[in-house]
């Protein structure tokens, strides 16, 4: 069944994805023990359990062979009956097991073995459990407001109800199966891990993108935190170059098979297109980018575009790339469609930001690969600091240690932006900030050992087993994210410079050419976050569009330095010593410390 192209009912399994499991609302969701026992979904998710079941030949299925069939085929996957066994469960929900009798016809030699179907209900359970869970309602309404508030209350309950109904069912039928009820419950999200509304919108697209109006947009989120999930890829790879063709056009082909998150990057509204294959990482984009309200969306003409899933051809044999549409002023980011290499949210997160970052060189904006914090603290004095630098240079450790030295001295730390942001100049000469996110994308290493238990109820994990694990946490909110607040201190984090005498924890320098060298340079030691290895350059610090755009950029920072000195604001570096072997938590400690002293003394 579907409304206008968005389903609205049945259930779809990604084999190729872990066996993902998308089910498709509201009217695919069930309200009794009853009807989800013999729902198309669990009738799916069933066969699909006993495929994988019967391909290693556990004993698990020991119970099975009452409803064994004569042939494997859809209505029978892997040999058994799954109507039947349905119907068996189904009865199971109010009978003791050793009182259902057996069918005459399949009748077993032996009777059924409480064990046996503790074991299979346990196993089926956890194989469920250990999917990941998508509900996606489909809004049919195009046009007008999205939803009424009891809409959104009758999506935040079914949604909650379905978790609610699978954990009651798994309960009974272990219960009916072992004629004892637990003693110990324990209140899991065992119905899905992401809910979602989709709906179609009209922005003013131009000629070539009236095709992606057809891909239905999220339009609300409800996240069961923490999501954990593992990704064929755990760092990105390639350089983000002009392209000749739209990659736009990638989504022509099979609109049904992309969804889009209508992204609030900064100031800006950058859809993000996304083939179905990677829906894994819209956890992630909840968690860090706002959602774009109706206003911004309808009858407007986006700020930029991302298409994630376009053929690996057309990329120059790279993983990303860019097409700038000079005739439609818009910018448009391209992630390739490989499922071994691409399947990792720092392509989602990063190729946003270098849309968002070309697009602000073009409107006269300094992009900057950063960290900024507005701190406010108990003397009644306020300071507004900017990190810059690239991935593990130190920035957001270097601020979270902030916070922890001068804990007593703080009455309140803002976080404006934790990886992107832009400068601009005011009418009076003042140099502010805006941010681009409402989340953080951290590397779980670089984090204090407790802080992660601290926000679970929060996260989005991604890979917690590996090198590069990451999490995703809000972090701020949108207003401040977009407030423009005035720089007071910008800092390159130099991260693999030792601190001594002759090299302070913190350098303020008063030189323009010499700030621009360092922050031009943009040096760091990789900390594995991509495919580089070792001290390597990067034109400051952001390979995200200053790049790209280097002439524009160089004369943008040159004008922006020299305003921010006459202002008598303080630029220099800032030794974070994170990519040194055992200053991982003293080398940012070490420069939150020098940081503090700078900053009490001289505002």
């Avoid at 066994?85 to 009798?101: A, N, V």
Wanted: one cysteine or more; aromatic letters at 10%; hydrophobic letters at 40%.
């Amino acid at each position: 069944m579907t409304s206008k192209g968005i389903p609205t009912d049945g259930i779809e399994i990604q084999r190729d994805y872990d066996d993902r499991v998308l089910i498709y609302g509201p009217t695919g969701l069930c309200s009794t023990s009853e009807q989800l026992l013999t729902s198309k979904a669990f009738l799916a998710v069933l066969g699909r359990f006993l495929e994988i079941t019967a391909e290693v030949d556990s004993p698990t299925l020991a119970c099975m062979r009452e409803f064994k069939a004569d042939k494997a085929d859809a209505d029978h996957p892997a040999g058994y009956d799954i109507v039947r066994i349905s119907g068996f469960l189904r009865t199971l929900l109010d009978k003791e097991l050793y009182t259902i009798p057996f069918d005459g016809e399949h009748k077993p030699i032996q009777g059924r073995d409480p064990e046996a179907w503790r074991s299979f209900i346990e196993q089926f359970y956890g194989y469920w459990r250990k999917r990941e869970r998508f509900i996606l309602f489909g809004h049919p309404r195009k046009e007008g407001p999205l939803v009424s508030e009891e809409v959104r209350l009758d999506f935040l309950r079914q949604i909650e109800d379905f978790k609610i109904l699978v954990l009651n069912t798994y309960r009974r039928l272990r219960a009916r199966a072992m004629n004892v009820w637990f003693a110990v419950f324990r209140q899991i999200s065992a119905g899905a891990h992401v809910g979602l509304v989709i709906q179609k919108r009209d922005w003013d697209a131009p000629g070539e993108y009236q095709h992606l109006l057809s891909v239905p947009m999220v339009r609300m989120a409800m996240l069961y935190p923490p999501v954990i999930y593992y990704t064929r890829s755990n760092k990105r790879q390639g350089q983000y170059g002009p392209l000749k063709r739209n990659p736009a056009a990638a989504v022509r082909d099979d609109p049904k098979a992309w969804l889009c998150y209508p992204a609030k990057v900064g100031t800006l509204v950058i859809p993000i297109y996304f083939r179905k294959e990677y829906l894994s990482h819209l956890a992630g984009l909840a968690n860090l980018f706002e959602v774009a309200t109706e206003e911004d969306l309808v009858g407007k003409r986006m700020d930029g575009l991302v298409i994630f899933g376009v053929p690996p051809e057309s990329l120059r044999g790279e993983n990303v790339g860019y097409f700038d549409d000079a005739e439609n002023k818009l910018m448009v980011g391209a992630v390739a469609h490989k499922k071994g290499e691409t399947d990792y949210f720092g392509y989602f997160k990063k190729t946003a930001l270098t849309v968002h970052n070309l697009v602000m060189i073009s409107r006269g904006r300094l992009p900057l690969h950063g960290a900024m914090v507005k701190i406010d603290l108990v003397s009644g004095k306020t300071a507004h600091v900017v990190l810059v630098g690239d991935s593990g240079a130190g920035k957001s450790e270097t601020l979270e240690a902030l916070r922890v030295v001068a804990d007593k001295s703080i009455r309140q730390l803002t976080v404006v932006f934790d990886d992107m942001g832009s400068l601009g100049i005011e009418p009076d000469g003042r140099v502010t900030a805006h941010g681009t996110e409402v989340g953080a994308f951290v590397r779980l290493d670089d984090l204090h050992p407790g802080y992660v238990y601290a926000e679970m109820e929060r996260s989005v994990l991604m890979n917690p087993h590996l090198t590069n694990a990451r999490i995703v946490i809000p972090i701020t909110q949108y207003r401040h994210v977009v407030a423009g607040y005035p720089v007071d201190f910008l800092l390159y984090a130099n991260n693999h410079e030792p601190v001594d005498e002759k090299s302070p924890a913190l350098d303020i320098l008063g030189d323009p050419k010499r700030i621009l060298e360092i922050f031009s340079q943009g040096a760091r030691l990789a900390k594995g976050t991509t495919d580089e290895k070792g001290l390597v350059g990067t034109y400051f610090a952001n390979p995200f569009g200053a790049s790209q755009m280097r002439k524009e950029h160089e004369a943008l920072a040159e004008k922006f330095v020299t305003q921010l000195l006459r202002n008598g604001r303080f630029l220099g570096q800032i030794r974070t010593q994170l990519g040194r072997d055992g200053y991982e938590t003293l080398g940012p400690r070490t420069a939150a410390h020098a940081l503090f002293g700078h900053l009490t003394k001289n505002l």
